[in-house]
């Protein structure tokens, strides 16, 4: 219900939901709201508790009780004679409205539903094992001993790291225990502690791949350390380039390397690791998810090839989900101890009872379980995104397919993908472009991007039916493109 009470008094528009909670709730939070960002202003009369309660269709009593609530907090000010107004508020500028305040629609038209988001990095929200995990909290309520629900041991659930390590031997070879582990509240702030502990061991420099991860290289600078680019091809990170950049540590995703899909090559990991051996330096593996392989084993993690020199960093949020914040940071001893220092100085730790059910969860098999299944999920998403993509594209766009749950269209040459990113937008589908993936030094002029335009299409959290819908869309917003542009249109199956 709207109701605009301008006779007699302020223009000022209401609308309630009756189905959104308490009707009292909603006019105390949207006359707030008014009065903060000055849509009410001093001394201006508010209509009477009767005019007030006709206009909405509340009861009389309802408004009272508003109008007393915010006479209370010092919103209005109340005189016999003279009704109701606002009171003189601090200066200042227009504060948010109250959370979950209902609020009049802005003027502008609402934005398209999106129908089909490829954002990267969310999994399959809609496949969680939501009744596995209940039962794993509730079996960690029942068996969790009174003595652990106090602070927890700094590096972690004992427990859930003896699983972990374990895990990472089966399912990743590598080869860390218990001791080598410190657990997390998720992969960020593992990183930052890693980062921060190699700053007190004197490394001033970390390479990072470009492109790359986003933000990593302003997680690295907050840590004190010298971010520099080192390039990506078809192969994965150039470490002859990387020899070139003076870092003693580096930061890359080898596994399926993020955006571009690619897996470190053979020769290259040999590579690497000779080069950290070489200058005592040390490599951060992002192991983000290396379980989703389509066409073969997954490749193992370089942790299990040197793990005197590689911190491995991992997460259920793409095996799981992004709102269960747990990781891991496997480390060389040399480490361990200044990254649960780190860990200590910054926070209590992570939930214990969340802990102990992750472990219990893996330990039980139903991890394992859901994996499978969802690997299959994936898989076939993958295909169709693959046929479709070919169908709308032609042949050859679709690279990074071997594994994860995100892949890298190219576009034709001179396509713009901010401004296909942005058409498509209007068309109901989300996608980013690689550009967002570029890794610019902070002290470096913004060159153009010499790579061939992309975009990146996450399917963890897309149906089949919405791919095929996105991709056709996505197509229509390249041709849109190439019509204002002029440029050769993109051949397909379909044209």
């Given at each position: ?10 223009d000022l ?12 709730t ?10 903060r ?24 009593g ?39 305040a ?67 031997r ?39 791949e470009?492109?790359?991860p ?46 571009t ?37 997954p ?31 496997l480390?060389?001893?040399r ?36 994996l ?30 071997a ?11 001179g ?81």
């Open positions: 219900m709207r109701v605009d009470w301008a006779r007699g008094g302020p528009m209401m609308a309630l939901d009756r189905g959104a909670g308490p009707l009292g909603q006019i105390q939070d949207q006359l707030r709201a008014a009065i960002d000055r849509r009410l202003g001093a001394g201006e009369r508010l209509p009477s508790t009767r005019r007030l309660a006709e206009l909405l269709g509340v009861s009389r309802t408004v009272v009780d508003v109008y007393e609530q915010l006479l209370a907090e010092g919103y209005v000010e109340s005189t016999v004679g003279s009704g109701t107004r606002v009171a003189t508020m601090p200066a200042g500028g227009p504060a948010r409205p109250a959370p979950g209902v609020t009049a629609p802005a003027s502008s038209s609402p934005s398209r539903p999106v129908e089909a988001d490829f954002e990267y990095g969310i999994p399959d929200l809609g496949s969680v094992p939501l009744t596995d995990w209940s039962r794993a909290v509730s079996e960690a309520t029942r068996t969790l001993p009174t003595a652990e629900l106090g602070d927890e041991d700094p590096a972690g659930s004992r427990h859930l790291r003896e699983v972990v390590t374990a895990y990472h089966r399912v990743r070879s590598g080869s860390a225990v218990a001791e080598d582990a410190v657990v997390v509240s998720g992969f960020r702030q593992g990183l930052a502690f890693a980062l921060a502990t190699l700053a007190r061991h004197g490394i001033r420099r970390i390479a990072l470009d492109p790359g986003r933000e990593h290289d302003v997680i690295a600078r907050r840590a004190g350390l010298d971010a520099v680019p080192v390039p990506v091809d078809d192969h994965g990170l150039d470490v002859g380039r990387l020899r070139e950049t003076g870092a003693r540590a580096v930061l890359l995703t080898p596994a399926h390397q993020c955006p899909g690619v897996a470190l090559g053979p020769s290259r990991r040999r590579h690497l690791v000779a080069w950290a051996d070489e200058i005592d330096g040390v490599i951060l593996e992002d192991d983000y998810d290396a379980e989703f392989r389509y066409d073969r084993q490749v193992g993690s370089l942790q299990g090839l040197n793990p005197a020199r590689v911190i491995a960093l991992g997460s259920v949020s793409k095996t799981l989900a992004p709102a269960i914040r747990l990781g891991w940071v480390a060389p001893p480490f361990v101890a200044g990254i649960i220092e780190e860990k200590r100085l910054s926070s209590r730790g992570a939930p214990g009872l969340d802990q102990e059910a992750l472990a219990l969860l893996m330990e039980s098999g139903r991890f394992d379980r859901h499978r299944r969802v690997r299959e999920i994936y898989h076939a998403r993958r295909d169709v995104l693959a046929a479709e993509t070919e169908l709308a594209f032609g042949p050859g766009r679709l690279h990074g397919l594994a994860g749950c995100h892949a890298l269209l190219r576009l034709p040459d396509t713009s993908e901010r401004a296909v990113v942005a058409t498509a937008a209007t068309m109901g589908v989300r996608v980013s472009g690689l550009g967002d993936y570029r890794f610019v030094p902070a002290d470096a002029e913004t060159e153009p991007d010499p790579r061939p335009p992309a975009h990146v299409l996450g399917f963890g959290n897309v149906s089949e039916h919405q791919i095929s819908r996105g991709i056709r869309t996505l197509a229509k917003a390249v041709r849109r493109h190439q019509e204002r542009t002029g440029h050769p249109k993109i051949r397909s199956i379909m044209d």
